[in-house]
């Protein structure tokens, strides 16, 4: 068996293969919308999206050394995300149902961030990190479903740290070799200035962060004020893990989406599991990202128990949680 995934809800738009048996991804092939100056507007995006689709998705098939014949299903990113982009991304997945007469399989992106993270890092029973652009969750699945102990109150930690970066003139781009514009310029930083420091319980709050650091970007050294965000944003998420940790008594820690690629926070999170004796499994950067093959993974384990939709139900849904997504193929 294997499925056709679409991934098309922010900045990238991504087509993966996925199947059923070792190697279980075939291919993962994406372009990302970057754009020339200020933030992304999601019509720009969209526009990136419907133009590139065709190319990506013939890169796939290549790369899988597959046809459309041999696919048995479709899977596509119905949400969280843009409503512009996500409807490029549904809007292919359709057609391509319609002409080849293939299922339609629903999948949730955050569920796709944290499937690819299983079946790359071989976690068992993990506390889930699931850091994004757009999310910041800790969660773990209980009863059939991935149930949400904390997570961000108003905006992302990835979201705060590209705005920041972006207002003060560092970005675009965001990423240099693989190192966030943030970490590179808190590198030369060493100095603490004394910013919010919002949790609740076992969420965060990293707007009043955001203001605070843009304002003490006006009268300060900005690579001391680039340390003292990454610092403080990063100690919140940590003591919020910690809490969640102790609640949980799980032996393991698995981190999925785009800011599990920061070695600045990973080092934290060693030292973390290292005071709680947990295993810390780490998706690998090829897939830390969004990417095709996640929603390829999630959308075969879906397909293989029995979920698929008609396509007059293929509705986006840019608001789509994790915690509304019955998982019937994780016990």
């Given at each position: 068996m294997k499925v056709l995934g679409i991934e098309s809800t922010a900045h990238t738009f991504g087509v993966g293969i996925a199947q059923d048996k070792p190697p279980y991804i075939l291919a993962n092939e994406r372009?990302?919308?970057?754009?020339?100056?200020?933030?992304?507007?999601p019509s720009e995006a969209a526009r990136h999206h419907s133009l590139t689709a065709?190319?990506?998705?013939?890169?796939?098939?290549?790369?899988?050394?597959?046809?459309?014949?041999?696919i048995s299903a479709i899977a596509i990113a119905l949400g969280p995300g843009m409503g512009p982009t996500l409807r490029v991304g549904a809007v292919v997945a359709r057609a391509l149902a319609l002409k080849f007469k293939k299922n339609l399989v629903p999948v949730n992106h955050g569920i796709g961030h944290i499937e690819i993270g299983y079946l790359t890092t071989d976690a068992r029973d993990?506390?889930?990190?699931?850091?994004?652009?757009?999310?910041?969750?800790?969660?773990?699945?209980?009863?059939?479903?991935?149930?949400?102990?904390?997570?961000?109150?108003?905006?992302?930690?990835?979201?705060?740290?590209?705005?920041?970066?972006?207002?003060?003139g560092l970005a675009p781009p965001y990423i240099v070799n693989g190192k966030h514009k943030i970490d590179i310029c808190a590198e030369k930083g060493s100095r603490l200035i004394n910013l919010p420091y919002v949790v609740k319980g076992e969420d965060m709050s990293y707007s009043g962060l955001l203001t605070?650091?843009?304002?003490?970007?006006?009268?300060?050294?900005?690579?001391?004020?680039?340390f003292s965000l990454r610092e403080i944003a990063f100690d919140m998420l940590l003591e919020a893990t910690e809490r969640a940790v102790a609640l949980t008594e799980k032996?393991?820690?698995?981190?999925?989406?785009?800011?599990?690629?920061?070695?600045?926070?990973?080092?934290?999170?060693?030292?973390?599991?290292?005071d709680?004796?947990?295993?810390?499994?780490?998706?690998?950067?090829?897939?830390?990202g969004d990417n095709g093959a996640?929603?390829?993974?999630?959308?075969?384990?879906g397909f293989k128990h029995g979920v698929s939709i008609d396509i007059s139900e293929s509705t986006i849904r840019p608001r789509w949680r994790i915690d509304e997504v019955d998982i019937p193929w994780r016990s």
């Open positions: 372009d990302t919308f970057v754009p020339q100056s200020g933030g992304m507007k065709h190319v990506i998705l013939k890169n796939a098939l290549k790369a899988a050394n597959t046809s459309m014949d041999e993990p506390l889930i990190l699931y850091l994004s652009g757009g999310n910041t969750i800790i969660s773990t699945f209980y009863k059939g479903r991935f149930r949400i102990f904390g997570e961000t109150l108003d905006i992302a930690l990835g979201n705060m740290m590209d705005t920041f970066v972006r207002e003060v605070a650091a843009l304002r003490a970007a006006r009268r300060n050294d900005i690579h001391d004020v680039c032996s393991e820690i698995m981190i999925v989406g785009g800011v599990a690629a920061s070695g600045s926070l990973r080092d934290k999170l060693i030292q973390l599991a290292k709680w004796n947990l295993d810390l499994k780490v998706v690998p950067s090829s897939y830390s996640m929603i390829a993974y999630a959308g075969l384990l």
